[in-house]
Structure formats: C-alpha cells, structure tokens
Nanobody, 121 residues
C-alpha cells in the first residue's frame, strides 16, 4: 500500500552536507514510524535514524544528522552535516505501521529503493 521514494543523494566532500528526502504515498503517513538505514558495500544494513513522535539516532551519527518529518507533505528528511567518508553508503527510507521506532530493519514494513551517498576524502 505504501511506496517510498528517496532523493537527494550524491557526491560530496568530507565535511560537507546533504539532505535526503523520502516521499511516501498513502493517507496514513502520520501514523507510521519512519526510519533511515544505510548499507555500505560488504556491510550489513544498519540503522541510522528514526522518528515517530520522537527522534532516535545511531551513535555514529548523533550530533551530525537530523531526522525530521512533514506529515502534511508525507515526507521524511535526513539532514546530514559534517559528512565523513565512512558515511558512504546506499541510504534507504523505511516505514513501520506500528508507531514506534525500532533499530532492526525487519521491524519495518515498507522500503524505498535507496539513494547513493558518496563522501570523498
């Protein structure tokens, strides 16, 4: 029922910033918990940030990344500042029907196709 489309990825130098967007279809967006995950080559998918009525972050991005949502626009954002080469990955947007953030990908019901973020040193 839900389709998610990420945008905003690209190539940026270390120390730079990017803002990712995830546009969701459907009429129940405000009831979903939303998450951002990332996967680097040869690595497992990892939780980056999540938002329900509160926000949650992986320790590796805390203080640098900010997740937010605009329920009127059915959109969730990930503002990424002070980017590091180790942030390079495909970033995925995910939605969870239950309005509570979890840090495990299996807890989410819908996934976008991903957007590539590459940080050069």
């Amino acid at each position: 029922q839900v389709q998610l489309v990420e945008s905003g990825g690209g190539l940026v130098q270390a120390g730079g910033s990017l803002r990712l967007s995830c546009a969701a279809s459907g009429r129940s967006f405000s009831s979903y918990a939303m998450g951002w995950f990332r996967q680097a080559p040869g690595k497992e998918r990892e939780f980056v940030a999540g938002i329900s009525s509160s926000t949650y972050y992986a320790d590796s991005v805390k203080g640098r990344f900010t997740i937010s949502r605009d329920n009127a626009k059915n959109t969730v954002y990930l503002q990424m500042n002070s980017l590091k080469p180790e942030d390079t990955a495909v970033y995925y947007c995910a939605a969870r029907r239950i309005h509570a953030v979890v840090r495990t990908g299996s807890g989410y019901d819908y996934w976008g196709q991903g957007t590539q973020v590459t940080v050069s040193s």
